[in-house]
């Protein structure tokens, strides 16, 4: 794991704990050294300060990305607005925890990015005594028994293949990416559609609606939740 962090007391704290909860941390003060410490031994994940000098953890996640490299990044924020999380996401984040923070909520977030992505680089991020999962194959992703290949825009849940139209495939691959994670819904606005359409809008709803009649099976569990005032999440119970 790679953890850049330019508070030296918060550095200090988190990389104890994440030492402590079984992770192996590099820990750097700068979103430069993050940049040649993730290049040098690329990480199985990245946890980034977005406020940091020089090059802060934005411009790390959109130069990584650029690269093209996939490794789940957590970012670390203390700036609370939704457009600031839509930015952080924007820029290839997979997700983010707004300071103060508990580190229990850290080590959740750690837990799910790991679930959904298995191991990306040469670098330990699973906790100690943890079996790392066999990666999805190259273009695929999946989570709670749905599986996606994004390159030919495909799905299935289980072995049955779902026929989507290209909305519902990019509101479902966005909520399998964030399996686990409530998306609010002026960031699933922004992703999908490009704007928020505001708190009147129907349309996210309707989506959702097409999206669980082809997903759900009798006696299967409900996959995409409801989480009243917030948003929605993808999860098996």
Not at 69 to 94: K, N, S
Not at 133 to 162: F, I, K, S
Not at 209 to 220: I, S, V
Request: hydrophobic share 45%; glycine share 10%.
């Amino acid at each position: 794991m790679l953890l850049a962090e330019d508070d030296r007391a918060i550095r200090h704290a988190l990389e104890r704990a994440l030492t402590l909860e079984g992770y192996r941390v590099t820990a750097v003060a700068d979103g430069v050294e993050a940049l040649a410490q993730a290049h040098r031994t690329p990480p199985d994940v990245l946890v980034l300060d977005v406020m940091m000098p020089g090059i802060d953890g934005l411009q790390v996640c959109r130069v990584l990305r650029a690269e093209g490299d996939r490794t789940p990044i957590l970012m670390l924020t203390a700036l609370v607005e939704t457009q600031d999380r839509i930015a952080g996401l924007d820029a290839g984040a997979d997700d983010y925890v707004v300071k103060p923070f508990d580190v229990e909520e850290v080590f959740a977030r750690l837990r799910a990015l790991l679930r959904r992505t298995g191991p990306v680089g040469a670098g330990a991020g699973t906790p100690a005594g943890v079996p790392k999962p066999p990666p999805a194959p190259e273009g695929q992703v999946e989570a709670a028994g749905l599986r996606m290949d994004a390159q030919a825009r495909r799905a299935w849940r289980g072995a049955r293949e779902l026929e989507l139209t290209r909305t519902e495939f990019e509101l479902l691959e966005l909520l399998v990416r964030n399996a686990g994670i409530v998306l609010d819904h002026s960031t699933i606005y922004d992703r999908i559609w490009g704007y928020d359409f505001g708190p009147g809008s129907k349309n996210l709803a309707v989506y959702v609606g097409y999206l669980r009649r082809k997903l759900d099976e009798p006696g299967a569990p409900q996959l995409i939740h409801t989480v009243r005032g917030v948003g929605y999440v993808l999860r098996e119970n």
